[in-house]
């Protein structure tokens, strides 16, 4: 039957099981759902929603032994590291084994169902096996960032509270060593919770003590068990399958619990009507196993689908901006899947890096995590000559609740600035912040919100704290119903039913009385062709309440050489912006800066910045990519 997207979405929600139980077709199950008198979703205890319970499943089987029968000799899992000079494939039978392997060491260290396995690891194959083995188990991993200092480490470790934890002695960025053993030594010396063993993948980049009886090498285990037989554990489909922290308004981080089933289903979905993957193509993501987009489309999603994935250790930028896309040559990668601050960054390299290489077998570019801005996208759109595709979700719903569903319908339109239309199983509604009504007025701005049951994929829980996952995610509109799950984002729906996503609820700046988006006001001094990247914070000001500042870095510095050549730029960029958005949202300084404060992962760190310009402490900057970057965005801005 064909079907085009506004069918399918309206299928989704209209007739949720028997759409979810077609898509559940989609992986294997020992035990397949809706057999007995279970439901397909059982969403009678709002806000929880338990996905096919009852049915029995394994993420590894799903990601890795039913490919085996049918393609183990196609490659599964390529890994290149531009840092220590490696590149190397497995095949889905030679993954098979690994993973295999790893179990068994990860059985003889005490780790069965329902035990937590943290990984602090950096991007190293024996990371991916060390997921898939957690989950063969049964048991719960739970991959903590390796930009992650000590303290933050430690308060992971004693919530999750796992048996085992695998590290590895170092990571490598840009060449500079990162070691990572003594990090995870003093977060073990600082943490309540004390684990059984630590499993050492020992790269020979830097000296890691071995504390005796606990910490173990994993090289003469692997050697032990190279052969090693272990059977998938088969699980409820709501067995919880990760762990992955977030961090919210307060201090302490969120441990996003993600199931199995529901989650394999929403992935292999995903794959076929989003990214439209085939079994036997390469899959290309840039993220790192630490984020959640690592999670389902470095590691999960395209083994899913039967698609070999590229796992990249390195920089974007070495040994030149041509490196990715080198890559996508080299292992003819269908689907690439990146971030929009890669992209800026490499819109400050030669534009030539782009052309070098032979692209004809990518599809499309897909982009997610932060806001596109329409020149980033049509830069590299025109550059590739590839189509862009936006796509918005979170660590908590693990997949796209915004995009377009190009494996339904191939010519359903990109709208530049929107990350599309709502994904199936996703009932999305705009509310009044202010009233809770829905927002049936197109261009009005209200939040985003998904009524209950969230589909399959998304979180089940806060890890340990169910009122905590009511009270942060399904309290803000107590009195809608279904109940409605705040993605805490701001969103305006067009006229045809295109979103745009305008920041975070908790950024929203007020000058005035006016409300703005410093994401908008972003956009369009990104409107001006000097500017690189840009980030926009609210500070604090005795007259108008707040007023929106903003830090640009320049495609070429000297056009903010001198004071004189600063002020005339900052002229034209607020014309731009009168332009663009109206003098409602013009900044009151535009201060040209070399770095913008990131986290390692790409995100603005711009309660930090709106700190220093405040003159307030910066609290925890552990995820920091450049620790100066701050200093000199201090130091320009005069404080
Ligand atoms: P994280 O959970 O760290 O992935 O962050 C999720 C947040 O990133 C969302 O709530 C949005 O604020 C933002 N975000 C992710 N993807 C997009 C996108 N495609 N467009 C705009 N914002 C996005």
Not at 42 to 63: E, K, M, V, Y
Not at 227 to 238: I, K, L, N, P, Y
Request: with cysteine; aromatic share 8%; glycine share 8%.
């Amino acid at each position: 039957m064909t079907m085009n997207y506004a069918e399918l979405h309206r299928r989704s929600i209209t007739e949720r099981d028997a759409f979810w139980r077609e898509q559940a077709t989609r992986i294997d199950w020992a035990t397949p759902p809706g057999d007995g008198h279970e439901a397909i979703c059982d969403a009678s205890q709002p806000p929880f929603a338990r996905w096919f319970p009852g049915a029995t499943t394994n993420l590894c089987h799903n990601a890795v032994d039913r490919h085996v029968g049918p393609r183990g000799d196609q490659p599964a899992l390529t890994y290149v590291s531009t840092e220590t000079n490696q590149e190397r494939t497995w095949t889905f039978r030679e993954l098979h084994q690994e993973v295999q392997t790893m179990a068994a060491i990860l059985q003889q260290l005490g780790v069965g169902r329902g035990d937590r396995v943290l990984l602090y690891m950096p991007m190293v194959p024996e990371a991916i096996f060390a997921m898939l083995a957690t989950v063969r188990l049964g048991a719960i991993h739970s991959v903590v960032f390796g930009g992650f200092a000590s303290a933050s480490l430690a308060t992971r470790i004693d919530d999750a509270r796992p048996k085992v934890i695998v590290t590895a002695d170092a990571g490598s960025r840009g060449g500079k060593v990162v070691a990572y053993k003594p990090l995870l030594d003093d977060a073990l010396r600082l943490a309540t919770h004390s684990v059984d063993h630590v499993l050492l993948v020992d790269r020979g980049l830097a000296p890691a003590e071995r504390q005796a009886t606990r910490d173990v090498d994993y090289l003469p285990l692997h050697e032990q068990h190279r052969q090693a037989h272990v059977g998938c554990t088969w699980v409820d489909s709501t067995h919880p399958s990760y762990i992955l922290y977030t961090s919210g308004t307060t201090g302490k981080p969120k441990g996003v619990q993600r199931d199995t089933g529901g989650y394999a289903v929403a992935l292999a979905t995903s794959m076929d009507l989003i990214y439209q993957g085939k079994p036997g193509e390469t899959f290309f993501c840039t993220s790192d196993i630490g984020w959640v987009v690592g999670h389902s489309y470095i590691v999960y999603g395209p083994l899913v689908a039967g698609m070999r994935t590229v796992v990249y250790e390195g920089l974007p930028t070495c040994p030149d901006a041509a490196v990715w896309w080198s890559l996508v040559e080299k292992y003819q990668a269908t689907v690439m899947f990146s971030a929009p601050t890669a992209i800026r960054v490499l819109k400050k390299q030669d534009p030539e890096c782009l052309k070098r290489h032979d692209l004809s077998s990518l599809k499309h570019l897909f982009l997610a995590g932060e806001p596109l801005d329409e020149p980033t996208a049509r830069w590299i759109s025109d550059a590739i000559g590839k189509p862009i595709i936006d796509n918005y979700w979170q660590t908590e719903t693990g997949w796209p609740i915004l995009s377009v569903a190009h494996g339904v319908e191939p010519g359903f339109p990109t709208r530049f600035g929107s990350p599309g239309v709502p994904m199936p199983g996703f009932d999305v509604q705009l509310l009044d912040d202010s009233t809770g009504q829905p927002i049936t007025t197109p261009d009005t701005k209200g939040v985003v919100t998904i009524s209950h049951p969230l589909p399959p994929g998304c979180l089940q829980t806060v890890w340990g704290d169910d009122a905590r996952f009511a009270k942060t995610y399904w309290s803000s509109f107590p009195q809608r119903q279904p109940m409605a799950y705040n993605t805490f984002d701001w969103g305006i729906r067009d006229a045809d039913g295109y979103y745009f996503i305008l920041g975070r609820t908790d950024d929203v700046i007020n000058v005035a009385g006016h409300r703005l988006g410093t994401r908008e006001i972003e956009e369009a001094v990104s409107g001006h062709s000097a500017v690189a990247e840009v980030a926009v914070v609210g500070v604090a000001d005795s007259l108008k309440g707040q007023v929106p500042v903003a830090f640009a870095v320049l495609r070429d510095a000297s056009r903010a050489a001198t004071p004189e050549l600063a002020q005339a730029l900052q002229a034209e960029i607020f014309k731009t912006v009168d332009q663009h958005l109206g003098a409602v949202g013009r900044p009151s300084r535009v201060v040209f800066v070399n770095v913008l404060p990131k986290t390692r992962s790409g995100k603005l760190l711009r309660r930090a910045i709106q700190a220093v310009c405040e003159g307030r402490d910066t609290g925890d900057l552990t995820t920091i990519e450049d620790p100066t970057a701050l200093a000199q965005l201090k130091e320009r801005w005069g404080g």
